[in-house]
């Protein structure tokens, strides 16, 4: 297993235009995280998955943003109508959650996204 | 969720040993406390993770007070390469139900001088 994968690593898009980021998580994980990390600051939690159920989203997820995680393995997370205030790194983690595990994240190196 | 509180920076010789306090004064029983490093342009990293007393693996070791409101993660004998931010985080690490959110703060950013 070559860890959490996210693409693409650099959008350039101009405000008001949608994208899109991929993240394959750790096959045997079973929960999947979405965060954003602007300069200086640490990671902020956007959403998380158990399996393909979306259990959690926090109060940053505007109705911009949507994600989904279809038959519980990889993940998109689309931000509609960009603004430049979107313009951060968006990482992935993954992690394996169960009775005998102890929840650690495995990241992904960041989808990093300027928006002009 | 239990906040954390950790020191914004901290500056060390190459060769010496770090330690990196985080405060989590309303700790609740069932959490755990884990830290993570950071390089620029790259996700954080797990380092280790603890409940009480002393963990130690390859890289750090960590140091848990009996009350556990603190928590502090020692490295042993900085090279230039640990030059990284490092994060404390609190959390049920075991919740299979209900909401699990890993809050990261601002982290530490610790400066290994030559």
């Known amino acids: 297993d070559t860890g959490v994968s996210q693409d693409p690593r650099h959008k350039i898009t101009k405000r008001g235009q949608n994208v899109t980021f991929r993240c394959d998580p750790i096959?045997?994980?079973?929960?999947l995280y979405w965060y954003r990390q602007t300069l200086g600051q640490g990671p902020e939690f956007l959403t998380y998955?158990?399996?393909?159920?979306?259990?959690?989203k926090s109060r940053l997820l505007s109705d911009r943003f949507s994600a989904e995680r279809p038959k519980g393995s990889f993940s998109t997370l689309e931000i509609q109508r960009t603004e430049q205030g979107d313009s951060a790194m968006y990482l992935c983690?993954?992690?394996?959650?169960?009775?005998?595990?102890?929840?650690?994240?495995?990241f992904g190196a960041g989808s990093r996204l300027t928006v002009l | 969720l239990a906040k954390t509180t950790q020191p914004i920076s901290m500056d060390s010789y190459e060769g010496q040993e770090v330690n990196i306090t985080c405060s989590h004064n309303?700790?609740?029983?069932?959490?755990?406390i884990t830290w993570y490093q950071q390089f620029p342009s790259q996700g954080p990293r797990f380092i280790i993770q603890?409940?009480?007393t002393k963990v130690t693996n390859e890289v750090a070791s960590l140091f848990i007070p009996a009350d556990r409101k603190s928590s502090t993660l020692s490295l042993p004998r900085v090279s230039l390469s640990d030059t990284a931010v490092y994060y404390c985080?609190?959390?049920?690490?075991?919740?299979?139900?209900?909401?699990?959110?890993?809050?990261f703060g601002k982290g530490t950013k610790l400066s290994v001088i030559p």
């Open positions: 309303n700790i609740a029983t069932n959490d755990y």
């Open positions: 985080l609190v959390g049920d690490v075991y919740s299979g139900a209900g909401s699990y959110q890993l809050t």
């Open positions: 603890g409940y009480k």
């Open positions: 998955f158990q399996n393909e159920a979306q259990l959690e």
């Open positions: 096959s045997e994980h079973n929960r």
């Open positions: 983690a993954s992690s394996w959650i169960g009775q005998a595990g102890a929840n650690v994240l495995t």
